[in-house]
């Protein structure tokens, strides 16, 4: 778990899987994107219940060791959900202050002095 991975480069490799009644194809090498500790974060395609997924391979990986590693969320997961989630209740308010503005008369009626 502490040492040090990386990914091969080949494009030969993905992981697949279904979300919702869709597949989803998720690129392994190269990855799109890595945790800083150089791994995928496929929580996002995991839902309670049966799932299954599929890591195809279309050349030669014996060189490479993968393996599909469940765990409590991380610090930076947890922070990361935050994030979205502030910027999510943000834009929810902004959305409610733009809906609530009460005009005297339509903006596009208004002359450019504001008189």
Known sequence: MYSPCSWPTSGDLSLQTKRDGKDFIIPLAP???????????VSAFVRSGNRAFS?????????????LHAHSPTPQQL??????????????????????????????RQSPSGS
């Open 31 to 41: 990855p799109i994107f890595v945790t800083p500790d150089n791994c995928i974060d």
């Open 55 to 67: 890591v195809v391979q279309q050349s030669d990986m014996s060189d490479y060791l993968f393996m």
């Open 79 to 108: 922070n990361y959900l935050a994030s979205c989630s502030h910027r999510r209740k943000g834009w929810e308010k902004s959305m409610r202050d733009i809906c609530e503005l009460k005009l005297k008369e339509p903006i596009w």
